[in-house]
Nanobody, 119 residues
């Protein structure tokens, strides 16, 4: 069982940036897909993006494409989500875990980190 700790959330003005981190309790192998999902108040889980490792570029939801970037540091057991040009609709609790868009509902997640974007 992978334990995950998300951090880096906060409050920011629209147009601003935040960098989220996701620290895993065990080594993130290069072959393991790691994804970010989010949940806005009153809404379901939404896939944000996934890093697949060295053999494939990260994939992103259309809603964040061009603004968000996922990266990983296997030596630090950490996955990052760089969020630029934030919008009010990006306000949500953000989670990370193993997997991609096909297992959003069942993805093992940490406690999440809150991102609030004010316009």
């Amino acid at each position: 069982q992978v334990q995950l700790v998300e951090s880096g959330g906060g409050s920011v003005q629209a147009g601003g940036s935040l960098r989220l981190s996701c620290a895993a309790s065990r080594y993130i192998y290069s072959g393991v897909c790691m994804g970010w999902v989010r949940q806005a108040p009153g809404k379901g889980l939404e896939w944000v993006g996934t890093t697949y490792g060295a053999w494939r570029r990260p994939a992103y939801a259309d809603s964040v494409k061009g603004r968000f970037t996922i990266s990983r540091d296997n030596a630090k057991n950490t996955v990052y989500l760089q969020m630029n040009s934030l919008k009010s609709e990006d306000t949500a609790q953000y989670y990370c875990g193993p997997g991609g868009p096909s297992n959003v509902a069942t993805m093992t997640r940490g406690q999440g980190t809150q991102v609030t974007v004010s316009s």
